[in-house]
Structure formats: structure tokens, C-alpha cells
Nanobody
């Protein structure tokens, strides 16, 4: 069973920065990709960023492009989401996810099989 554990959420003022982390319990070489999604009450979970593990390519939602960066530290089995220039509309529960599907586009909820419990990010205006 693959377990993902997020940390690093919190409260930050608009324009500030925050980094959330996701530690994976399995060997990362077996993973096809990792992603970050976010969700607010009453809305569907939306794609934020993803990282193709073998090719190293990264993908971002238009709403965060240029402000957020996804990265990995393989030795620690950890994936990060660095969030800069935060806006109140970035407020959400952020979830990390792991994909083992070699054909996945890594931009849809359905591409990921394992999810973390989520971490709250709140951006005050």
C-alpha cells in the first residue's frame, strides 16, 4: 500500500510564499508521476502541477504558472510544491497524488491512484 503524507500548509498573507511537502512511502522509481491538486468546499478537485518522474517534465495549471514550482528530492522520497506570490484565490486544501499509469497525462484526477490526506493553505488578503 502506497502512503502519501503532506505537510507544510498554513496561513500566509497575499504576496507571500509557502512550501508544501509530500513524502511517499514507496520506492520512487516505481512511480510514473506525482501531482498536486487543490480543492475548495463545493468545488471539484482541480489540477495544480505535476511532475513526470522518469522524464523530469513538469506541468502547471495556467492559474499558477510562473508562481508555483513542483520539484522532488528522490533521496527523501519527497515532492515539493513551492508557492510564491500567493493570492487569496489560492486558498484551498492541497493534495498530493501518485500515478503508476505509464499512459497518464498527469493532469486529471483519474490519472492518479494514491492520494494524501490534504493540507490546508489559507491566503489572507
Amino acid at each position: 500500500q502506497v502512503q502519501l503524507t503532506e505537510s507544510g500548509g498554513g496561513l500566509v498573507q497575499a504576496g507571500g510564499s509557502l512550501r508544501v511537502s509530500c513524502t511517499v512511502s514507496t520506492r520512487l522509481f516505481s512511480i510514473y508521476g506525482m501531482g498536486w491538486f487543490r480543492q475548495t468546499p463545493g468545488k471539484e478537485r482541480e489540477f495544480v502541477a505535476a511532475l513526470s518522474w522518469r522524464g523530469g517534465s513538469s506541468f502547471y495549471a495556467d492559474s499558477v504558472k510562473g508562481r508555483f514550482t513542483i520539484s522532488r528530492e528522490s533521496a527523501k522520497s519527497t515532492v515539493y510544491l513551492q508557492m510564491n506570490s500567493l493570492k487569496p484565490e489560492d486558498t484551498a486544501v492541497y493534495y498530493c497524488a501518485a500515478s503508476f499509469l505509464g499512459s497518464a497525462t498527469l493532469s486529471s484526477v483519474n490519472d492518479f491512484q494514491y492520494w494524501g490526506q490534504g493540507t490546508q493553505v489559507t491566503v489572507s488578503s
